[in-house]
């Protein structure tokens, strides 16, 4: 996955919109403002399939810029979530990368939405993607919520995805195709990162079980930071991922996950 993303990236990265999250919420606001004074509905600018089908084919972009259905107290906050994580992600990804999974997260949801073409398609499980994404890789995050309670990331992220199953247990079709979109969205670019912390922490398991009562044997490092050389066992207060763009399995302290020089080929295959 990574050797296809640095090619398409080498390709097509000259094409990539810079500062996309800023130009969606812009949108966004422009079509509220207009709603708000009565200017214009908001029903022309849904995705319905079946109106696709009979020639509204402006639909499959302009739902993009539907506003979220919240309380105007609350619309300008969410407004700066979005764009605060997702100028976040561009910042790490790079914008190509960053073009490419809301393109991705689009394309999923729009095909999803086909499967129930009478139904009206949202674009908040693409936002919900955004907030996913950002959540795995900053779930240290803090935000206060109410101006008062501050929560980590993290566990906003767990309660949405709690969320998400429990609407695709109880939804209807359309709804359930969608919360399919946006996981799938999200594991195509984390995917491979999570497999490789849970066959790593399944080695981990699988060693303090067979060291059980060898209390003279040194333990074994399953994590250990390419940059800075700490593990698991010397800095238990540090997190250690798998960068998704690095080639290989190339594992980083939370110290240096934002701060190091993508390796570009597998350095196994070079020994």
């Known amino acids: 996955m990574t050797s296809l993303l640095n090619k398409l990236e080498r390709i097509f990265g000259r094409f990539a919109m810079a500062n996309l999250s800023l130009y ?24 319905i399939p079946a109106n696709v089908l009979h020639g509204e084919w402006w639909g499959v972009l ?19 979530i979005f764009y605060l994580m997702g100028s ?12 490419l999974f809301i393109f ?37 995050f803090e935000l206060v919520l109410f101006f008062i309670l501050p929560v980590k990331v993290k566990w906003l992220a767990l309660l949405a995805w709690v969320g998400y199953a429990v609407t695709f247990f109880r939804g209807e079709w359309s709804t359930r195709c969608q919360v399919l979109a946006t996981v799938g969205n999200f594991l195509l670019f984390f995917g491979r990162d999570i497999f490789l912390s849970a066959r790593l922490h399944r080695r981990r398991m699988t060693g303090a079980a067979q060291s059980f009562g060898r209390s003279s044997a040194e333990p074994e490092a399953r994590h250990r930071c390419r940059i800075c050389g700490k593990t698991e066992l010397t800095h238990p207060q540090l997190d250690f991922r798998y960068c998704s763009k690095c080639a290989g399995e190339q594992c980083y302290c939370s110290e240096h996950i934002f701060n190091h020089e993508h390796v570009l080929t597998d350095e196994k295959a070079r020994v």
């Open 88 to 99: 976040a992600l561009e910042d790490y990804w790079g914008a190509f990368r960053y073009n």
């Open 24 to 47: 969606l919420v812009a949108g966004q606001v422009i079509l509220f403002t207009f709603q708000w004074f009565d200017k214009i509905p908001l029903s022309p600018f849904l995705l």
């Open 62 to 80: 302009t739902f993009l810029f539907v506003p979220p259905p919240v309380s105007w107290i609350f619309i300008a906050f969410s407004w700066w």
């Open 104 to 140: 991705i997260g689009w394309a999923l949801t729009v095909g999803a939405a086909f499967l129930t073409p009478e139904m009206p398609a949202t674009n908040l499980f693409i936002a919900g993607s955004v907030f996913l994404a950002f959540a795995y890789l900053n779930p240290d």
